[in-house]
Nanobody, 126 residues
Framework: QVQLVESGGGSVQAGASLRLSCAASGDIFSSFIMGWFRQAPGKEREFVAAISGSGDITTYADSVKGRFAISRDNAKNTVTLQMNSLKPEDTAVYYC???????????????????WGQGTQVSVSS
């Protein structure tokens, strides 16, 4: 079992930065692939980024590539999403998720994740 708690959301203007954090407790954190997803009102849950258990492999949605960066600290059981150059279309509830599989194949599919946080709201105004 893994419990995930996100923090760091807020309301900012376009062009600003935010840093989301996800604190994990429970099973061995380094054994999980960690991902960030987001969901805007009336839209499907959307993949944002994922990172392997060791932190050496990352992958991003095209819409955030070059602006967002995912990282993890296995000693502190945390995963972070640094979001720069925010746009109004980044507005959504952001979720942290944990995938117990060992393969990065399929990390963009939300159904592959076993555990989810409660979400944190990010609002970007123009």
């Amino acid at each position: 079992q893994v419990q995930l708690v996100e923090s760091g959301g807020g309301s900012v203007q376009a062009g600003a930065s935010l840093r989301l954090s996800c604190a994990a407790s429970g099973d061995i954190f380094s054994s999980f692939i960690m991902g960030w997803f987001r969901q805007a009102p009336g839209k499907e849950r959307e993949f944002v980024a994922a990172i392997s258990g060791s932190g050496d492999i990352t992958t991003y949605a095209d819409s955030v590539k070059g602006r967002f960066a995912i990282s993890r600290d296995n000693a502190k059981n945390t995963v972070t999403l640094q979001m720069n150059s925010l746009k109004p279309e980044d507005t959504a509830v952001y979720y942290c998720a944990a995938d117990s599989s060992s393969s990065m194949y399929g990390v963009s599919w939300w159904i592959n994740y076993d555990y989810w946080g409660q979400g944190t709201q990010v609002s970007v105004s123009s």
